[in-house]
C-alpha cells in the first residue's frame, strides 16, 4: 500500500483531531491521501523540479483536508455514489445542455423553474456558461473574470447557485461550470496588485519589459483572435511591460510556471466542488504552459498540471470531474483525456471537435470519404475517458481539418477548410447556409464560422420542402452526436432550431464579436410550440427528445466501447460499429440528398441476427444484391430487435 509521508500523515491527523469528525470520516480521508499521493507528487516534481514539490504537494493536502471537512453530508454522499458507479457519465441515460443562464432563465433562480424543460429533453448534465464576477464591459462572454468567489450580481448568490446545484441535483441533471484557467481579467485583484508592483503578483503573469522575449515568442504562435485582438502580448503602462494576452487584451495569462498560481486555483476548485459543482470544464486548457519555439498548446506540462489540479480534487471531492475544453487538431486530443502516464488522471471528458468539424463537412459536401479517413485516424480513448459530442457551442467553428488527414486522401486542406467556411457563410455556389465569417486572418487566409445550427442548415425562414430537407440534415446531424457513443450536448435554442439573432450587436461590449449571433436568449413563446408538430420548434423537439428517448434505451451507446468507422463504403454514407458486451451495434448515416447503398454483410458480420432500426422502428433485410438503400438525409441505428423476431422492414 501506498503512503503519503509521516508529516502529512500527522498534519492531517491534527486538522482531523480539531474538527472532531467521526473515526470513519477521518479514516477514509486518510486512505484517499495515501491512494493519491503519488499521482499528486510525480507532476509536480516534473513540474517544479527546482522548486520543492514535497511542500507544494503537503500544502495541497492540507487545502483538501480543510475543504474535505467542510463538504456537507450530501456531498460526501455523492462522492460515495460516484465511487460506486465510476462509468456514470458514459451511460447511455446522459445527455447535457449547454447555456448562459440569464440567456436561458435570467437568474440562477429562474433556472431553477426551468429543470422540467430540461427534462423534457432528457438533459442530466447542465453546462452553466460563466457565471462567475467578470469585468465590467466586454467580457468575452463572462471569460474574463474579475472575481472567482463571487456570483455575477444580475445572477444572483453563491446561495442561489448552492440552491440551483442541489435543485439539479434532486432532478438526476449533474452541474457543470467553467473554470476559467489560463487568464483573469485585467481588473481581477491579482493583476490589480501586479499593475500597483507588488512583485508577488507580477509574478502570476508573464510580463516583459520590452519586445524582445515577445518578439521570440511571436515566431511561432498563432493568434487566436487575429481580428479584434491581434498578437499575443499587449503593453500596460501600469506594469511598465508587456503582458502576455493570448486572447483579448484585457484577459491576462496566468503563470503556470508559478506553483502559487496552481495553489490559488486548488482553492477555487474546492471552493467550487464545496458549491455542488460536479464537472469542471477546464477552459483553454491547452494554453496554459509557454515554451519558447511552439504554439504554446498542448505542451505535455499541461496535462501534470491537470493531473495535480484532479488529484487534489479527488481527495477532497471525489465526485468531482474535469472536461477538457481544448479545441485542438485531432492528433493532440486525445492526452486530454489521459495518455501514457496520465491514463485515468486527467479529464474523463473532450470535446470531440473533430467528429463536430466533420459532421459540418460531410453535410456540405455530400461525401464522406475524408470523414471516414479522419475519425478512423484518431488513436484509442482510455477507458473512462468520454467524448463530448456536439453540433453547435456557444463558439464559431474552426476548420480543423488536419492537413495530413487531407493530404492522405487527395485533398488540399487549406482548400477544404475554405470551402467549409464559404460553403457556411452562404458564399459558395449552391449552398443552403445561413453563417457568418468570424476571424479572417489576412496572413494565414484560415477564417471560421458562426451561426446557430438551424441557420447554417439554412432553416431560417425555409419553408415546403426545403425546410423538410433542412430539417433532416438537422435530425441527421444530432443522430450523429447521439449515436456516437459519448456525451452529446445541446447548445441552447438549438433544440427549437433557433435562426441567428439578427440583432446579436446590439448590445454593449457585443459589436465587434458575431459568436453573439448564435448565442441567442431563449425564446419562451417559441419554445410553447414545441410540443405542436406542426412547427419547426415542435419538429426540432420533438427530434431530440426522441433521439434521448432511443439513446436510453440502447445499452450498447454506452462509452465505453468505441465506435469504429467503417472504411470501405458508398461515398455518401458513414458508417461506425460499436461492440459492447451488451450486444453488438451499427450505426449508419446516409449525408446526401438521395437513396445510398449500404452492405448488409456489415450488419450480418456483427452478429446481428434480426437487424432492427431504432431509430424509425422498423426491421431491415437486404435486396438480392446484399445491399441495403437507406434515404436521403437518414440516420439508422441498428441493432438486434428487442424481442429477438425476425422482421422484414
Ligand atoms: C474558450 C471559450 C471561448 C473563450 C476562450 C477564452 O475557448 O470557449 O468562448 O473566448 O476560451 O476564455
Given at each position: 500500500m501506498m503512503r503519503a509521508p509521516e508529516q502529512v500523515r500527522r498534519t492531517t491527523a491534527a486538522h482531523l483531531r480539531e474538527s472532531r469528525c467521526t473515526a470513519e470520516h477521518g479514516r477514509a480521508l486518510l486512505v484517499r491521501i495515501d491512494r493519491f499521493w503519488d499521482d499528486l507528487l510525480q507532476p509536480l516534481e516534473r513540474l517544479y523540479p527546482d522548486g520543492d514539490p514535497g511542500a507544494v504537494a503537503a500544502d495541497l493536502v492540507e487545502r483538501a483536508t480543510r475543504a474535505y471537512l467542510e463538504r456537507t453530508d450530501d456531498l460526501h454522499l455523492l462522492d460515495y455514489k460516484r465511487a460506486l458507479t465510476p462509468d456514470w457519465l458514459q451511460q447511455p441515460g446522459q445527455v447535457g445542455y449547454a447555456c448562459y443562464a440569464d440567456r436561458f432563465a435570467g437568474t440562477l433562480m429562474g433556472l431553477t423553474e426551468k429543470v422540467d424543460y430540461l427534462s423534457e429533453l432528457g438533459v442530466t448534465y447542465l453546462h452553466l456558461m460563466p457565471a462567475l464576477k467578470p469585468r465590467d464591459g466586454d467580457n468575452d462572454g463572462g471569460?474574463?473574470?474579475?472575481?472567482?468567489?463571487?456570483?455575477?450580481?444580475?445572477?444572483?448568490?453563491?446561495?442561489?447557485?448552492?440552491?440551483?446545484?442541489?435543485t439539479l441535483r434532486?432532478?438526476?441533471?449533474?452541474?457543470?461550470?467553467d473554470l476559467v484557467l489560463n487568464h483573469v481579467a485585467r481588473e481581477h485583484e491579482w493583476a490589480e496588485r501586479a499593475r500597483s508592483g507588488e512583485q508577488r503578483?507580477?509574478?502570476?503573469?508573464?510580463?516583459?519589459?520590452?519586445?524582445?522575449?515577445?518578439?521570440?515568442?511571436?515566431?511561432?504562435?498563432?493568434?487566436?483572435?487575429?481580428?479584434?485582438?491581434?498578437?499575443?502580448?499587449?503593453?500596460?503602462?501600469?506594469?511598465?511591460?508587456?503582458?502576455?494576452?493570448?486572447?483579448?487584451?484585457w484577459q491576462w495569462d496566468v503563470n503556470w510556471a508559478n506553483p502559487?498560481?496552481?495553489?490559488?486555483?486548488?482553492?477555487?476548485?474546492?471552493?467550487?466542488?464545496?458549491?455542488?459543482?460536479?464537472?469542471?470544464?477546464?477552459?483553454?486548457?491547452?494554453?496554459?504552459?509557454?515554451?519558447?519555439?511552439?504554439?504554446?498548446?498542448?505542451?505535455?506540462?499541461?496535462?501534470?498540471?491537470?493531473?495535480?489540479?484532479?488529484?487534489?480534487?479527488?481527495?477532497?471531492?471525489?465526485?468531482?470531474?474535469?472536461?477538457?475544453?481544448?479545441?485542438?487538431?485531432?492528433?493532440?486530443?486525445?492526452?486530454?483525456?489521459?495518455?501514457?502516464?496520465?491514463?485515468?488522471?486527467?479529464?474523463?471528458?473532450?470535446?470531440?471537435n473533430s467528429l463536430m468539424v466533420q459532421i459540418w463537412s460531410m453535410l456540405a459536401s455530400?461525401?464522406?470519404?475524408?470523414?471516414?479517413?479522419?475519425l478512423t485516424s484518431l488513436p484509442a480513448t482510455p477507458p473512462l475517458g468520454t467524448w463530448i459530442t456536439y453540433v453547435r457551442c456557444h463558439d464559431d467553428i474552426g476548420w480543423a481539418i488536419d492537413d495530413r488527414d487531407a493530404g492522405e486522401v487527395g485533398v488540399s486542406g487549406f482548400e477544404h477548410r475554405r470551402f467549409l467556411a464559404r460553403w457556411y457563410d452562404g458564399s459558395f455556389p449552391g449552398s443552403w447556409a445561413d453563417g457568418m465569417l468570424f476571424q479572417v486572418n489576412e496572413q494565414t487566409g484560415d477564417m471560421r464560422t458562426s451561426g446557430t445550427t438551424a441557420s447554417l442548415l439554412g432553416m431560417g425562414?425555409?419553408?415546403?420542402?426545403?425546410?423538410?430537407?433542412?430539417?433532416?440534415?438537422?435530425?441527421?446531424?444530432?443522430?450523429?452526436?447521439?449515436?456516437?457513443?459519448?456525451?452529446?450536448?445541446?447548445?441552447?435554442?438549438?433544440?427549437?432550431?433557433?435562426?441567428?439573432?439578427?440583432?446579436?450587436?446590439?448590445e454593449p461590449g457585443h459589436e465587434d464579436d458575431n459568436r453573439w449571433a448564435h448565442r441567442p436568449r431563449l425564446d419562451w413563446t417559441a419554445a410553447e410550440r414545441r410540443h405542436d408538430r406542426r412547427t419547426v420548434e415542435g419538429r426540432a423537439f420533438a427530434a431530440l427528445s426522441h433521439l434521448a428517448h432511443v439513446r436510453t434505451s440502447l445499452p450498447q451507446l454506452h462509452a465505453q466501447a468505441p465506435s469504429r468507422v467503417v472504411r470501405d463504403t458508398d461515398n455518401g454514407i458513414l458508417a461506425a460499429i460499436r461492440e459492447h458486451p451488451s450486444g453488438p451495434m451499427v450505426t449508419v448515416y446516409n449525408v446526401t440528398e438521395s437513396w445510398r447503398p449500404f452492405a448488409y454483410a456489415v450488419v450480418a458480420g456483427m452478429g446481428i441476427g434480426s437487424p432492427w432500426n431504432a431509430l424509425g422502428d422498423h426491421g431491415i433485410a437486404p435486396g438480392e444484391d446484399g445491399l441495403v438503400w437507406l434515404p436521403p438525409l437518414s440516420a439508422w441505428w441498428i441493432v438486434d430487435r428487442p424481442d429477438g423476431q425476425g422482421v422484414v422492414g
Open positions: 471569460y474574463a473574470i474579475a472575481d472567482y468567489r463571487t456570483i455575477r450580481p444580475d445572477l444572483g448568490t453563491t446561495d442561489d447557485l448552492r440552491h440551483l446545484a442541489t434532486g432532478h438526476g441533471i449533474s452541474l457543470v461550470m503578483y507580477r509574478d502570476y503573469f508573464h510580463i516583459f519589459p520590452d519586445r524582445t522575449v515577445p518578439d521570440a515568442y511571436e515566431r511561432t504562435l498563432p493568434e487566436v483572435f487575429p481580428d479584434f485582438a491581434p498578437g499575443n502580448f499587449t503593453w500596460d503602462e501600469d506594469l511598465q511591460g508587456w503582458v502576455w494576452t493570448t486572447f483579448n487584451e502559487d498560481v496552481l495553489t490559488e486555483y486548488v482553492d477555487i476548485i474546492l471552493f467550487l466542488a464545496n458549491l455542488g459543482v460536479e464537472v469542471l470544464r477546464l477552459d483553454a486548457i491547452a494554453f496554459t504552459w509557454k515554451r519558447m519555439g511552439t504554439t504554446c498548446q498542448n505542451e505535455p506540462e499541461v496535462h501534470d498540471l491537470t493531473q495535480v489540479l484532479r488529484t487534489v480534487a479527488r481527495i477532497a471531492a471525489s465526485a468531482v470531474v474535469f472536461k477538457a475544453e481544448a479545441i485542438v487538431g485531432p492528433r493532440d486530443l486525445v492526452p486530454y483525456l489521459g495518455v501514457g502516464r496520465h491514463v485515468g488522471r486527467v479529464s474523463d471528458l473532450a470535446y470531440h455530400q461525401e464522406t470519404f475524408l470523414a471516414r479517413h479522419a425562414g425555409a419553408t415546403g420542402e426545403r425546410l423538410d430537407t433542412a430539417l433532416s440534415r438537422y435530425v441527421l446531424a444530432h443522430a450523429m452526436i447521439y449515436g456516437w457513443g459519448g456525451l452529446p450536448v445541446i447548445w441552447s435554442g438549438d433544440e427549437l432550431a433557433t435562426p441567428n439573432d439578427p440583432n446579436w450587436a446590439d
